[in-house]
Each structure stands twice: as structure tokens, then as C-alpha cells.
T-cell receptor, first 111, second 112 residues
Framework: GQQLNQSPQSMFIQEGEDVSMNCTSS?????WLWYKQDPGEGPVLLIA?????ELTSNGRLTAQFGITRKDSFLNISASIPSDVGIYFC???????????FGTGTRLQVFP | NAGVTQTPKFQVLKTGQSMTLQCAQD?????MSWYRQDPGMGLRLIHY???????DQGEVPNGYNVSRSTTEDFPLRLLSAAPSQTSVYFC???????????FGEGSRLTVL
């Protein structure tokens, strides 16, 4: 089935560093979302994007809806230990109910 | 607020056994879905429902059944468990076509 390609698969960074991850697809999506999953819990929505080219921030997090509608990017600035977790992108096509998730980026932050 | 509640949180089954994972939401959401999460595979959609009485297949529906008799409940049934169904299962709900899914805490299933 259709899945979104997320990269990198995992990241090991030092506290204070900036982080960038992206999500790509061969198909066009009308909505892009970014979720974070803490260990032992379900994913929680971080940012939702509804328009091509849109750039949206949520605190230290910034996400962009790619202009081609086939990709999206998430940046985390000045990482802190509580940023540890798995980050998922998710896309929804026009006039469908299904939300398709990426394979996830596992982030580790070292003090 | 309870949000999305899944039970059980942990379950061990033998191959061939059947069981039902329960999911209930108290947010009056019309859309509900089940995902499975496996290492390196992300979240894959099993079945979903856009309202009571309506269900549809996702990416990986084989071996699973669902029903939606009420807005609140969306149980997932494994008819004859197989080791390949060992996974963490998440139920999620949302308001119509916003994409902003609210997830339960997950149910970890092991099939021996």
C-alpha cells in the first residue's frame, strides 16, 4: 500500500542542535500533518498544513507544505531532551478519508 | 476527558485464537480508524469508519474484521491470530476530514 518515505530513519543529536526531517511521496496530498510519539503512548498532533507552500510554526517547531504537494518538511530548533521520540508525517489526499503515515524518524537527544 | 480508550493494553495469544480489541471515544467523532505499528514500518491503516454502520478497508485489512454499530465504539476482531499479527495496535478518531486524529494509548499484542 501507499506509504510516505520519511528521512532520516533516525537521528542522534546533541542538546541545542537544530533538526531537520522530511517526507516525500510520489502522489499529491492536500493535507500534511506532523505527529510525535513518546515511548509507550499514541502519536500526538504537532502541526497541520492545508495549503501548498504554507509554513507553520508551533514553538520551536516549523513545518512546511512543499510547493509540489508531494513533500513536507519539519524543523526543530535548539533541541532539548524532551524532544526525544518518533516523529511521523501523515498525508491526506483530496476528497478521501484515509490518512497515510510515513515510516517515522526516531530522534535521540544527548545532553 | 477520556478521549480515545483502548482495551486491553497488553494481550498474549496462541496461534489460531480469536480476540477483540476494544476502542471507545467520547468526543462524538464520526471518523474512527485502526492502525498497526511495526518497527521500521510506521503506522499502517487496517480499517476505518466514517460513521455508524459504515466501514472500509485500509492498507492491511487481511485477518481483521471491524463493525461500527454506534458512534462511540469501533472494535477490531482477529478471527484466527497469526504470529504476523504481533504488533502494537492504535485506535484513532477525528471530526470529519480534518486529518487531526486523536489516538488511544495502544494495545500491544503478541501471538505465539
Amino acid at each position: 500500500g501507499q506509504q510516505l518515505n520519511q528521512s532520516p530513519q533516525s537521528m542522534f543529536i546533541q542538546e541545542g542542535e537544530d533538526v531537520s526531517m522530511n517526507c516525500t511521496s510520489s502522489s499529491i496530498f492536500n493535507t500534511w500533518l506532523w505527529y510525535k510519539q513518546d515511548p509507550g503512548e499514541g502519536p500526538v498532533l504537532l502541526i497541520a498544513l492545508y495549503k501548498a507552500g504554507e509554513l507553520t510554526s508551533n514553538g520551536r517547531l516549523t513545518a512546511q507544505f512543499g510547493i509540489t504537494r508531494k513533500d513536507s518538511f519539519l524543523n526543530i530548533s535548539a533541541s532539548i531532551p524532551s524532544d526525544v521520540g518518533i516523529y511521523f508525517c501523515a498525508g491526506q489526499r483530496y476528497n478521501t478519508d484515509k490518512l497515510i503515515f510515513g515510516t517515522g524518524t526516531r530522534l535521540q537527544v544527548f545532553p | 476527558n477520556a478521549g480515545v480508550t483502548q482495551t486491553p493494553k497488553f494481550q498474549v495469544l496462541k496461534t489460531g485464537q480469536s480476540m477483540t480489541l476494544q476502542c471507545a471515544q467520547d468526543m462524538n467523532h464520526e471518523y474512527m480508524s485502526w492502525y498497526r505499528q511495526d518497527p521500521g514500518m510506521g503506522l499502517r491503516l487496517i480499517h476505518y469508519s466514517v460513521g455508524a454502520g459504515i466501514t472500509d478497508q485500509g492498507e492491511v485489512p487481511n485477518g481483521y474484521n471491524v463493525s461500527r454499530s454506534t458512534t462511540e465504539d469501533f472494535p477490531l476482531r482477529l478471527l484466527s491470530a497469526a504470529p504476523s499479527q504481533t504488533s502494537v495496535y492504535f485506535c484513532a478518531s477525528s471530526t470529519p476530514i480534518t486529518g487531526e486524529l486523536f489516538f488511544g494509548e495502544g494495545s500491544r499484542l503478541t501471538v505465539l
